[in-house]
């Protein structure tokens, strides 16, 4: 049994039973939902953070901090800017890895969008990966490769930024500077 601490107001986190997740690539282990049962016992007792921090402090201890990893890609600037002040180790190592992740075969680049369409008509899917000077550099581009250029379109477009690094569409390198940081 698996034991998530999600709040109660955090339905859009608790959707996946990880039943078709693969936990490592060899294919004769059990799917990720098939192994453990998933269960959200703050959920289940109707608790948000509010309540939880009201137990919390009832119990006579300190509220803790926000918990995520280190080098969370959902990070706010203010945050980044306390890592960087509070654990300046932490800090530099997070940008080492979005530095070796950025040199990698999988970094497609800081102009690479995913392409996710899909055909009205027929519900054909296209996921694509292409370059360009922003989104609708972009779509133009799908547009032509999938001669789509009349309206009504056929294809419904969805143009997301690649990752590029630890902030996913941006990267924390390149943020440094204007966070007034020095690696």
Do not use: N
Not at 37 to 57: Q, S, T
Not at 122 to 148: C, I, N, S
């Amino acid at each position: 049994m698996k034991c998530i601490g999600f709040d109660s107001t955090e339905d859009h986190r608790t959707y996946a039973t990880g039943g078709g997740i693969a936990v490592c690539p060899d294919p004769a282990l059990p799917a990720y939902g098939k192994r453990y049962v998933m269960r959200y016992p703050l959920r289940e007792w109707g608790l948000d953070r509010e309540a939880c921090g009201k137990i919390i402090l009832a119990a006579g201890l300190p509220l803790p901090p926000k918990s995520a990893c280190f080098f969370c890609p959902s990070m706010k600037d203010a945050e980044i800017k306390l890592l960087a002040a509070t654990e300046p180790d932490l800090y530099r190592l997070a940008i080492e890895m979005e530095r070796i992740y950025r040199g990698g075969r999988h970094f497609r680049g800081d102009d690479a969008f995913t392409v996710k369409a899909v055909r009205s008509s027929t519900g054909e899917k296209v996921d694509v990966l292409l370059h360009g000077a922003g989104p609708a550099a972009v779509r133009a581009q799908f547009r032509t490769m999938y001669d789509d250029t009349a309206r009504p379109y056929r294809y419904k477009v969805r143009i997301s930024k690649a990752t590029v690094g630890l902030g996913r569409g941006e990267a924390w390198i390149d943020k440094r500077l204007s966070l007034s940081m020095a690696p």
